[in-house]
């Protein structure tokens, strides 16, 4: 059996991994790509827990699928956001995306 404290680790990498690509990425496509693994990191985190604390309990698997939804929803207002910003203005560049600026 895998301990929980590798489930952590890798939940701990995917998290950074985002994180970085987020904060050090220009493209909006590739920021909203960082959001989507640390959202799946927290999954991995929620679902760890449920499996080595309680399983009776369903709670982790629950908050997973409601993160599962949270993500959807995120993809789909987040692409199209891009594909407006893209149209308008011909670039996904986060920078130059400054259409609420006066």
């Given at each position: 059996?895998?301990?929980?404290?590798?489930y952590l680790i890798l939940s701990a990498?995917?998290?950074?991994?985002?994180?970085?690509?987020?904060?050090?990425?220009?493209?909006?496509?590739?920021?909203?790509?960082g959001i989507e693994l640390m959202l799946?990191?927290?999954?991995?985190?929620?679902?760890?827990?449920?499996?080595?604390?309680?399983?009776?309990?369903?709670?982790?698997?629950?908050?997973?699928?409601?993160?599962?939804?949270?993500?959807?929803?995120?993809?789909?207002?987040?692409?199209?956001?891009?594909?407006?910003?893209?149209?308008?203005?011909?670039?996904?560049?986060?920078?130059?995306?400054?259409?609420?600026?006066?």
């Amino acid at each position: 059996m895998i301990p929980l404290s590798w489930y952590l680790i890798l939940s701990a990498a995917l998290f950074s991994i985002g994180l970085f690509g987020v904060l050090a990425r220009r493209n909006a496509i590739a920021i909203l790509m960082g959001i989507e693994l640390m959202l799946n990191a927290v999954n991995i985190n929620l679902v760890s827990f449920w499996r080595y604390g309680s399983p009776a309990e369903m709670s982790g698997q629950v908050f997973a699928i409601i993160v599962f939804a949270v993500a959807a929803a995120e993809v789909a207002v987040g692409l199209a956001l891009v594909i407006s910003v893209y149209r308008r203005r011909k670039t996904v560049v986060a920078n130059e995306i400054d259409m609420m600026k006066w």
